[in-house]
């Protein structure tokens, strides 16, 4: 282990910091295989020319519901072998099953792991879940001593209060939340806990304001990091240093400088298939996207015509255009 339990806050302060983006599962057409070969060059290419600080490994970007638990776990071997502490990795062990996920959490801790997310689960029949999900949060920290991060979304049928995520942050090996709320709830969460947890959200449209207003260090994660940026044109990264170093208006103008690009994704995706949409939109910006594992819907022929025009418009610098 890099830390004791009790010091896994400590730890989280000054290792869980920059651009962490989600990674996606390529599956390659007809068996629906994961593409390792592929998954490892999209690693590199995020590590060594996109110059990514971390990435959650394993989540719902992942399509980690589609997976066995055997495949769960090679993704994670996968991101420890080609991060190899060139960047950060926090695993999703998210899963209905409490005993899946601890048993996911054991074998990251196994593998050399430092940290896992746990998304705040489903809870049927429950009207007031406080009690409950603190008891949850509690009984994983007990089992592992990596570093935790929760996460409260909207997929769950509720969201975490601040007062409660500020109450399970009490518990030593809890450092971290992906907060997908809306944004007066985690202001005030960051002002309640502020020393004591991590606190972010995946919009990368907020994320400069969220540097330069409430101070945060750590974008907790999606895919724009490597939707957003070619080798040649690496403007999340380049706002994110100006703010980080103070340089306000400038990162304001790089960041602005986006806005196309944001535009393009957001036009061109259809309601009902964001993976399938953003693995198109990885051809094309020449990593390796795959197919999508069902329930998810691949795109139509017309909907990755329509992708295509957003892409080549949006001002974003690229290779070469894949095949259509």
């Known amino acids: 282990m890099h830390f004791r ?5 400590e730890w989280a302060r000054e290792n869980m910091r920059g651009v962490w983006a989600a990674a996606l599962t390529p599956f390659t057409p007809g068996s629906l295989a994961i593409d390792e070969k592929g998954l490892r060059a999209n690693f590199r290419h995020w590590i060594d020319d996109l110059a ?16 066995s638990l055997s495949e769960r776990k ?3 071997e996968i991101a420890i072998e080609e991060t190899n502490g060139k960047a950060g990795t926090i695993m999703s062990c998210s899963d209905q099953n409490m005993d899946t996920v601890i048993e996911l959490a054991k074998y990251a801790e196994k593998i050399g792991a430092t940290s896992i997310v746990v998304h705040a689960p489903v809870l049927s029949f429950l009207h007031r879940q406080d009690d409950t999900l603190y008891r949850y949060y509690e009984a994983i920290a007990a089992e592992t001593n990596l570093a935790i991060a929760m996460w409260s979304h909207p997929d769950s049928g ?3 209060s601040p007062e409660l995520c500020a109450r399970i942050a009490e518990i030593p090996n809890i450092v971290a939340i992906k907060y997908s709320v809306p944004r007066e709830m985690y202001v005030r969460l960051s002002e309640m806990t502020r020393g004591k947890l991590i606190v972010s959200t995946a919009s990368e449209e907020e994320w400069f304001d969220n540097i330069v207003e409430l101070g945060w260090r750590l974008y907790l994660c999606s895919s724009p990091p490597y939707l957003m940026q070619t080798a040649a044109d690496r403007r999340m990264r380049d706002y994110t240093d100006l703010a980080f170093a103070g340089d306000v208006s400038r990162a304001r103008a790089v960041r602005d400088s986006l806005n196309p690009v944001r535009e393009a994704l957001r036009a061109s995706r259809p309601a009902e298939k964001p993976p399938a949409h953003s693995k198109y939109w990885q051809e094309l910006l020449g990593q390796v996207g795959g197919a999508v594992r069902r329930p ?3 795109l139509t022929a017309a909907e990755k015509q329509a992708t295509r025009a957003a892409f080549e418009a949006c001002g974003l610098k690229s290779p070469a255009l894949a095949p259509a």
């Open 5 to 9: 339990k009790n010091e896994a806050k």
């Open 52 to 67: 990514i600080d971390g990435f959650f490994v394993a989540g719902k970007q992942g399509e980690f519901w589609a997976q």
């Open 74 to 76: 090679r993704l994670m």
């Open 158 to 160: 509720y969201l975490m």
């Open 296 to 298: 998810m819907l691949e």
